[in-house]
């Protein structure tokens, strides 16, 4: 089994920052890649940011430019840099680990931009 734990989601202004941290723990055999997803009200799951364990990234159009995925492969956490919030970026933040192509999900962070 493997766990996955986000923190760091909080309020936050328009054009502020947060950081959003993940790790996955457990029975780690091979992590494939580790990615963050959100949730907003009667909206459906997207993805948001993707860190595949040969470090490459990949973006929703939506945040490119002012999110920065990165991650520790030997710890098997990733982060989430984000920057120039907008109230849009309102959702809840969740975080998976894929091993085996199974799909292992946190429990999620609210992230909420306003004034």
């Known amino acids: 089994q493997v766990q996955v734990v986000e923190s760091g989601g909080g309020l936050v202004q328009p054009g502020g920052s947060l950081r959003l941290s993940c790790a996955a723990s457990g029975t780690i055999l091979g992590i494939d890649y580790m990615g963050w997803y959100r949730q907003a009200p009667a909206k459906e799951r997207e993805m948001v940011a993707i860190y595949t364990g040969g470090r490459k990234t990949y973006y929703a159009e939506s945040v490119k430019g002012r999110f920065t995925i990165s991650g520790d492969n030997a710890k098997n956490t990733v982060y989430l840099q984000m920057n120039s919030l907008k109230p849009e970026d309102t959702a809840v933040y969740y975080c998976?680990?894929?091993?085996?192509?199974?799909?292992?999900w946190g429990q999620g962070t609210q992230v909420i931009v306003s004034s």
């Open positions: 998976k680990a894929v091993q085996f192509s199974r799909n292992y």
